[in-house]
């Protein structure tokens, strides 16, 4: 139990396009999703924090008009990367929690974005 | 908010002996850390976690500690095998709440 799914696995793009990134919970409901991005051989760094039904509460320093994040349903949060540079290129994985006041993050297999 | 340092950054082993990893944390509210696995181009899998309320966990080969007192806590990995080989994060968080990763550990385990 307990996967999350991502999709798509791999996107190339322009830059100055936009890119949407899905990320799902596919047998359980996630009232929390987190967006990370991680660069090579770095860290994962928190991007920001989707509740179902609420805006996102975005890391300092994460741009919320750049990265806009929808959390539409307790099982699909989607990231939107608007305007993409070459600098957004990036591994970008989700992870959702299976309720509120569970610690538990199961993570998404990433989407690997390279903006041209 | 909360600060995680990890090390060491890199570490490589001989089959078979032990590893350590250690990680301290800034937030004295945090009350759950838990370990994540990620080979190259994957996604992190939890190998094991630890909440505040108790000081070691173990689960097969793999162990860890937690000093509250000090913020320290620790990832202890025994007879360590090739496939054992991959990064290691730990994180440090609290319930209904976010959690923050340390910078990662890069395990090579030697034949």
């Known amino acids: 139990g307990a996967v999350v799914s991502q999709h798509p696995s791999r996107v190339i793009c322009k830059s100055g396009t936009s890119v949407k990134i899905e990320c799902r919970s596919l047998?359980?409901?996630?009232?929390?999703m987190f967006w990370y991005r991680q660069f090579p051989k770095q860290s994962l760094m928190l991007m920001a924090t989707s509740n179902e039904g609420s805006k996102a509460t975005y890391e300092q320093g994460v741009e919320k008009d750049k990265f806009l994040i929808n959390h539409a349903s307790l099982t699909l949060s989607t990231l939107t990367v608007t305007s993409a540079h070459p600098e957004d290129s990036s591994f970008y994985i989700c992870?959702?929690?299976?309720?509120?006041?569970?610690?538990?993050?199961?993570f998404g297999p990433g989407t690997r974005l390279t903006v041209l | 908010g909360e600060n995680v340092e990890q090390h060491p950054s890199t570490l490589s082993v001989q089959e078979g002996d032990s590893a350590v990893i250690k990680c301290t944390y800034s937030d004295s509210a945090s009350n759950y850390f838990p370990w994540y696995k990620q080979e190259l181009g994957k996604r992190p899998q939890l190998i094991i976690d630890?909440?505040?309320?108790?000081g070691e966990k173990k689960d097969q080969r793999i162990a860890v500690t937690l000093n509250k007192t000090a913020k320290h806590f620790s990832l202890h990995i025994t007879e360590t095998q090739p496939e054992d080989s991959a990064v290691y994060f730990c994180?440090?968080?609290?319930?209904?709440?976010?959690?923050?990763f340390g910078s990662g550990t890069r395990l090579s385990i030697r034949p």
């Open positions: 994180a440090a968080g609290s319930s209904a709440s976010k959690i923050i």
């Open positions: 992870s959702a929690r299976v309720r509120t006041l569970s610690d538990t993050q199961y």
């Open positions: 047998d359980f409901q996630a009232t929390t």
């Open positions: 630890i909440r505040s309320n108790v």
